[in-house]
């Protein structure tokens, strides 16, 4: 039973001597029992001196202790063979026996198992092997020093080498100069995961860059470290994108030059339209100007071949003619001024509802028998803060615009309110301008007239554009309002269908306080005579200079006379009395603004009425005017002049 058990059975005695040794010991070993019994172990089996084998042996003789020495300890292992000459693969388990200082060594073959776990390995190795080497992407394996241990063939497809002239190669082969590579292996050997794909460029054998995305991993075998890493050809991805980029540059060029075309297109547009609305204003004003200038001219020859013929009997009509004619003029200029946002402005705060109330007299009668007017005053609408006379011209036009679009007769209504405008809220129409945020006092004049087509309320606001017969409009009234509504810092807005009406709103600003009360104005009193005061007259245009000398001296008063500012200066340092200064703004050289400055330094209570037909910065009188200062406007009513000239001299300066 021994001999016929299929293990080695080998019983070791007091001493480390062989007792017994089965035929399977003798089969593996090579060795007869006859030639074993009675030897120790270790001298049928030098090296195992010293081993785990003898160690366990005593373990078990000396302390009954028993063991287990698995195939994996090799240096323990006994020298045996298979039948077929291979290494026997075994393990031993060493048990003592009852007889004491004797142990058993029992030995188990182990070499089909560990032949079926080999083969599993070999399998799994070969389809991993499979895997790597079909891959698409070029797979690198790398030993702690960098140097490459296993690459597969897309690696030296990509890369343009021999597989075997990669391996040993040191991986900065590909990547020269480390950079990002550098980063990505410190990172791996710190113990890191990298956990994206980072984008870098390799390094062919030809010397051509090639772009590759990168995922890196280590891993360990026994007690080695190696590194893992997946490179991906993107260069027709990068192609692809350096392709898309190129097109977007170039489509981006060919907008920026299209849209420059259309730009430069739309310049030239608005430039026609410019030059187009020019044409029209300079026509109209020429032929308004040419008849008005034809009565004035006229008359006044009319009158000098009178005088010179000593005929007098009826040059009061041609008088009045050329008067007449002349003021309209004025009052084409203020149209023009308003339209351009450039006539002085003096605004104040008022109450809209008692400057209605004042002109409602005024406005019934300007509308005839056939219209009727009416007015739904807010109860408390807010006090506006702008110029009266100005709105009184504004609101007397829109009247007599909505009286006009009603041949036939219909009804006028004047509304007044209140409008607070939210920020960032765009026009209701296409086309028209947005109002800015604020308070407005909201003035309003609806006719139920025929109504305005849109083609014709786009042009509502345009410079002698009108719909009246010829001679029966200048086609300034809007354009009037409209600039006066913007100068005052509000808005207009117009509503208007075929048939259906016409609306004009009027947007004024909020004062924010209370109303001044509006005095209407009476007929003028008698010029006022001066009583020897001295005013200094300073204007570059010698006949409103004669003009205005004339009146001074019929008035009462001393003149002194200078033609521009700097004339004026020696005057205004002399120690000569000085009771009023009346200037023109637009002097050369100096303007009367920049006068009166350098004439305070001399004189700090000096008075100072300034007249002008057009200041682009007197347009707003708060702001152009110091205490002590006055303005009247070009053309103006001498008995206008004489009555300011008397009140700025009697009036102390605060």
């Not at 808005?491 to 600003?509: D, F």
Request: charged share 25%; hydrophobic share 40%; net charge negative.
């Amino acid at each position: 039973m021994f001999d016929a058990i299929d293990a080695g059975l080998i019983v070791i005695g007091d001493g480390g001597r062989i007792l017994a040794w089965n035929d399977w010991i003798a089969g593996a070993s090579g060795i007869a029992a006859e030639q074993a019994v009675g030897r120790e172990l270790d001298e049928v089996f030098p090296h195992l001196a010293g081993g785990r084998l003898p160690a366990a042996i005593g373990e078990a003789q000396q302390n009954g202790i028993s063991s287990v020495l698995t195939h994996s300890l090799h240096r323990s292992m006994l020298p045996l063979k298979t039948r077929a000459g291979r290494d026997l693969v075994h393990n031993i388990a060493v048990r003592p026996l009852g007889v004491a200082g004797t142990c058993i060594v029992h030995v188990t073959d182990v070499t089909l198992a560990t032949d079926r776990d080999r083969i599993l390995r070999d399998r799994q190795n070969a389809r991993y092997d499979a895997v790597v080497d079909s891959a698409s992407d070029a797979i690198i394996t790398l030993d702690a020093s960098g140097a490459i241990q296993l690459a597969n063939p897309a690696a030296a497809q990509e890369f343009g080498y021999d597989a075997s002239e990669l391996i040993g190669q040191n991986f900065e082969l590909l990547f020269r100069g480390g950079g990002v590579w550098a980063e990505i292996w410190a990172q791996l050997w710190s113990g890191k995961v990298l956990t994206r794909t980072v984008e870098l460029i390799a390094w062919r054998k030809d010397g051509s860059p090639s772009y590759v995305e990168i995922s890196a991993s280590r891993w360990r075998s026994d007690a080695r470290y190696f590194v893992t890493a997946i490179l991906r050809d993107v260069n027709e991805r990068r192609a692809a994108e350096d392709a898309l980029r190129a097109l977007n540059q170039t489509l981006e060029a060919r907008v920026a030059e299209r849209t420059a075309e259309l730009l430069k297109a739309e310049e030239a547009l608005r430039q026609s339209q410019k030059m187009e609305a020019l044409g029209q204003l300079t026509g109209g004003i020429a032929h308004d100007f040419n008849n008005l200038l034809t009565g004035i001219i006229g008359a006044m020859d009319v009158l000098k071949r009178r005088v010179a013929a000593h005929r007098y009997d009826d040059v009061e009509r041609f008088m009045d003619a050329a008067v007449t004619s002349a003021k309209r003029a004025a009052a084409l200029t203020h149209r023009l001024l308003a339209f351009a946002r450039r006539q002085p402005l003096d605004p104040q705060p008022l109450d809209a509802n008692q400057l209605i109330q004042n002109m409602e007299e005024l406005l019934r009668r300007s509308i005839g028998e056939q219209v009727s007017l009416r007015t739904e005053l807010s109860a408390d609408p807010w006090p506006a803060l702008t110029d009266a006379n100005q709105l009184e011209n504004a609101l007397l036009n829109l009247v007599i615009n909505a009286r006009d679009a009603m041949p036939h007769g219909g009804t006028i209504t004047i509304r007044t309110g209140s409008h607070t405008q939210a920020a960032n809220t765009s026009p209701e129409k296409a086309g028209e301008e947005p109002i800015a945020a604020g308070d407005y006092t909201v003035i309003s004049v609806s006719d139920t007239g025929t109504g305005m087509s849109p083609e014709t309320l786009a042009r509502a606001f345009d410079p002698f554009f009108t719909t009246k017969p010829i001679g029966q409009g200048t086609g300034l009234g809007l354009s009037m309002i409209y600039g006066f509504a913007k100068q005052s810092r509000g808005h207009v807005r117009i509503e208007s269908a075929p048939r259906q009406g016409t609306t004009v709103r009027l947007y004024l600003p909020r004062h924010l306080g209370s109303a001044v009360e509006r005095i209407v104005p009476t007929a003028p009193a008698p010029a006022p005579q001066g009583a020897g005061e001295t005013v200094l007259l300073v204007e570059d245009d010698s006949s409103v200079r004669l003009l205005i000398s004339e009146v001074l001296r019929e008035l009462g008063y001393a003149s002194l006379e200078a033609s521009d500012g700097q004339a004026a200066l020696p005057m205004l340092e002399s120690n000569a009395r000085l009771d009023l200064m009346i200037t023109d703004v637009g002097l050369p050289g100096l303007n009367g603004r920049q006068l009166a400055e350098i004439a305070r330094q001399h004189r700090p209570d000096l008075k100072v009425l300034f007249v002008t037909g057009y200041a682009e910065h007197a347009t707003e009188r708060g702001e152009f005017l110091a205490p002590g200062m006055e303005m009247v406007t070009k053309p103006f009513d001498l008995e206008v002049l004489a009555i300011k000239i008397r009140q700025m001299i009697e009036t102390r300066r605060p």
